[in-house]
């Protein structure tokens, strides 16, 4: 088999066996096929697409490079969630405990972030001596005792992505349904669990911009998560302003932490991952309705034992579960400063990939994969959306490093203004699967 000819194939637009596509990945994996042969076929799937045939098979390509985790150990069905990734989301900080502390084992692979988005990884990782990359036996110790757990992927979970999704980044081919299926439905197949819950982002800061897309993207991994014999469904949620009201990583496990101990509970960051959790309650069969689920996820709230899981998960791990009940044990901020409105009126938008990507420049993201971050550094987002606002509101609170220039007006100019309130759309655009 040549690599020349499967590329030649794609360019004309016609389908690959799945043999050419393990060819492929194996040869791609253990680089005995050059980057630039495979970044020619990756640019060719990109414009000519794959069909259900052919994404299921390099799904199942990807996965088989690497191991596949067993959990049969853990009783009870496995729920997991997957995020397409949006600037403030930290509902697996809030879901994971939720879900565990009512009675389904909630195993967890995260990402570490890279450009506006942040990472689930980070996140724990502002938690002081919490390890956030688990061996296989911590992780399932981990489940094992308190039924969650959360690292980020060992190097053995479909190492095939981890080679072609660094190809992607610097050859403009992340955004794909294809690619970007195979990638996260391999890694979901080889962690192990019996359910997944996709929450698929929608709007301007996320991959999908339209409802097609974003629908088109969820039914391709339901489709493929569902031939693999999983519980697969989908909730499209849009994506514009960040969620909740921090970004950064000590900052967005304290709003997370508060959301456990029942504050901002009407706050969409809570809706959602109330609705989320909800959902995997229902997979893992401890509740038939949305409406028994919800009360499920509502008295782990109340009793404190969702809270009391994090600290539990946290503990064990190495992590120092103090800094959960008092947020000084957290990493601090050098410097913090107010950027205050200069005008009257109602917002109308909030600009979520603005500010994430300024709170990247803070050192709370890495615009390069080998940044070192600064896990204290955010944004305290005061604004929102539909708000009236009088001229010297506080709409930021700028954590900073000692020293660093913050220049307001680069913060003002993530909102759009009107004469009159603006109503949010429904954040759930809409459903797919079982
Ligand atoms: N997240 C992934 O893991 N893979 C993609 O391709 C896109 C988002």
Known sequence: MRMYDLIYTKKLGAALSPEQIAFWVKG?????????QSAALLMAICWRGMDTEETLALTLAMRDSGQRLDLSSVPGLKVDKHSTGGVGDKTTLILGPIVAAC???????????????????????????????????????????????????????????????ALRDVTATVE????????????????????????VKCG???????????????QSMVDVGSAHGMQIRALITRMDAPLGWAIGNALEVMESVEILRGEHGASELAQMSFRLAAEMLIMGGVATTLEAAQAKVQASLQDGSALETLRRFVALNGGDAKALDDFSHLPQP?????????????????????????????GAGRRDRNDVLDLGVGIHVLAGVGRPVVQGDLLFRIHAKAGQTIQPDFYLA???WAKVSQPMTPWLMASIGC
Do not use: W
């Not at 791609?28 to 630039?36: F, M, V």
């Open 28 to 36: 791609a994996a253990d680089g005995s096929l050059p980057d630039e």
């Open 334 to 362: 050098g410097q913090v400063v107010d950027v205050r409105a200069d005008r009257d009126g109602f917002i109308a938008a909030i600009d979520g990939r603005a500010l994430g990507i300024l709170a990247m420049d803070l």
């Open 204 to 218: 301007p800061t996320a991959f999908m911009k339209t409802l097609d897309d974003a629908r088109t993207l969820a």
């Open 414 to 416: 993530t909102l759009e």
């Open 176 to 199: 794909s349904i294809p690619l970007i299926t195979a990638s996260i439905m391999s890694k979901k197949l080889a962690g192990g669990a019996d359910a997944l819950v996709l929450d």
């Open 103 to 165: 009675g389904v084992p909630c195993p967890m692979f995260s990402g570490r972030g890279l450009g506006h988005t942040g990472g689930t990884v980070d996140k724990f990782a502002a938690i002081p001596g919490l390890k956030v990359e688990l061996t296989d036996a911590e992780f399932l110790h981990s489940l094992q005792a308190t039924r969650f757990a959360n690292s980020a992927p060992t190097g053995n979970i479909a190492p095939a992505d981890k080679k072609l999704y």
